[in-house]
């Protein structure tokens, strides 16, 4: 069955630091999704993307925060000067069109010290 | 008032029994409901996705959407050590493909 895939399973990174943390969502998809899970909370969205563009984004993802589509395979959140508070797993997903499930992959932790 | 309310458990049950999850919402734009369960350090995993209200069975799993009282329930028949996890439920709001979770209810099947 087809999946998506996040590499690298943990990162962890100096405070100030920039992070790129990469997804290969599941080939014939179209919707790309990030969100984020901090400890012990719930699974919040950060940021759509279709057709090589943001089309939502929360409060979140702020100008800290960049998404991109290098290439035809790879989906990639980039965050620059990471802060302690950045620390979380983020999850990487994809959905065939808007309103078909998204499926997920299983998440980069992202450590900040 | 929160978006979308969940028990966050934990829920123990002995292996055969029927588990019963519960998610209430707070708008009523909310269209698609769906239920993720999540092993621990590992991402959500679809289980069930419902558009109206009405009951969707798949397997073991029945997937309940009453919008009228804007609560979704999940259930599990034959529950097994395996379903023990944390299940989500998520939900979007009309004109947004963004999900919006609920806290999770930890499960545990006990052999």
């Known amino acids: 069955e087809p999946e998506v895939t996040q590499t690298p399973s943990h990162q962890v990174t100096q405070m100030g630091q920039e992070v790129i943390l990469r997804c290969v969502p599941i080939?014939?998809?179209?919707?790309f999704y990030w969100y984020r899970q901090i400890l012990g909370q719930k699974v919040e969205f950060l940021v759509s993307?279709?057709?090589?563009?943001?089309?939502?984004k929360s409060e979140i993802f702020d100008d800290q925060f960049s998404v991109e589509r290098p290439d035809g395979s790879n989906f990639t959140l980039k965050i620059r000067s990471t802060k302690l508070e950045d620390s979380a797993m983020y999850f990487c997903?994809?959905?065939?069109?808007?309103?078909?499930?998204?499926?997920f992959g299983d998440g980069t932790r992202l450590s900040i010290l | 008032q929160k978006e979308v309310e969940q028990d966050p458990g934990p829920l123990s049950v002995p292996e055969g029994a029927i588990v019963s999850l519960n998610c209430t919402y707070s708008?009523?734009?909310?269209?698609?409901f769906m239920w993720y369960r999540q092993y621990s350090r590992k991402g959500p995993e679809l289980l069930m996705y419902?558009?109206?209200?009405g009951n969707k069975e798949d397997g073991r799993f029945t997937a309940q959407v009453d919008k009228s009282s804007k609560y979704i329930s999940l259930f599990i028949r034959d529950s097994q050590p395996s379903d023990s996890a944390t299940y989500l439920c998520?939900?979007?709001?009309?004109?947004?493909?963004?999900?919006?979770f609920g806290t999770g209810t930890r499960l545990k099947v006990l052999a």
């Open positions: 997903a994809s959905g065939g069109t808007g309103s078909q499930p998204q499926h």
């Open positions: 080939s014939n998809h179209l919707y």
């Open positions: 993307f279709y057709n090589n563009e943001i089309s939502e």
């Open positions: 708008n009523s734009a909310f269209q698609y």
């Open positions: 419902t558009y109206s209200s």
């Open positions: 998520a939900m979007t709001l009309e004109g947004t493909y963004k999900y919006i």
